[in-house]
């Protein structure tokens, strides 16, 4: 069992978004979730830790690098953990370092539909839409700033995966 499990069991959270996406697989050293085929179905959650950032949980690790094939069918499920504050998801078309992390909310989006808009504590919202050119993106919270506390990760679209 990895940290990431471990620690969440002990305190009790929830395992959504804990255990890896069908057809996937988790490569916890390098923080990255794989998937293996055109159909990508994950669990996304934005986590907020007492004296840390805010992160997004997919597979059980922290704002993984998500990897998939051009083409893939894309769904999100996306739950708010965070107990105060709204956060949703955005896939954009940039990479860090962001000349302004404000600006990350902003941004073109992705893909048609790559977006879950800004749900309160507890609330959930779907994403579905299809990877259909190659590339390297980011995961974005659309809430203005939060990128800028550790509330992103990369998405690359691979043509020869
Ligand atoms: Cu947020």
């Known amino acids: 069992m990895d940290n990431n499990l ?3 069991t ?3 959270v929830t ?3 804990m255990t890896p996406p ?3 697989s988790v490569d916890a050293r390098e923080n990255r979730v794989i998937f293996q085929n055109k159909r990508a179905t994950m669990e996304v959650a934005s986590v907020s830790r007492e004296f840390a950032d805010v992160v997004f949980h997919i597979g059980g690790l922290d704002d ?3 990897v998939m094939p051009l083409g893939a069918d894309v769904t999100i499920t996306f739950e708010n953990q965070d107990g105060i504050h709204s956060h949703g998801w955005r896939l954009i078309k940039d990479t860090p370092p962001f000349a302004n992390p404000h600006d990350a909310a902003t941004k073109p989006l992705a893909f ?3 977006e879950i808009a800004p749900q309160p504590p507890h609330g959930h919202g779907q994403a579905h839409f299809v ?3 190659p590339g390297v993106y980011t995961y974005v919270c659309p809430v203005s700033g939060d990128d800028g506390i550790g509330l992103y990760g990369e998405w690359e679209v691979s043509p020869s995966h």
């Open 112 to 114: 048609t539909g790559s």
């Open 64 to 66: 993984p690098r998500i």
């Open 10 to 12: 002990e305190m009790g």
């Open 6 to 8: 471990r620690s969440a």
């Open 22 to 24: 069908p057809d996937s």
């Open 15 to 17: 395992h959504f978004a």
């Open 131 to 133: 990877a259909n050119a």
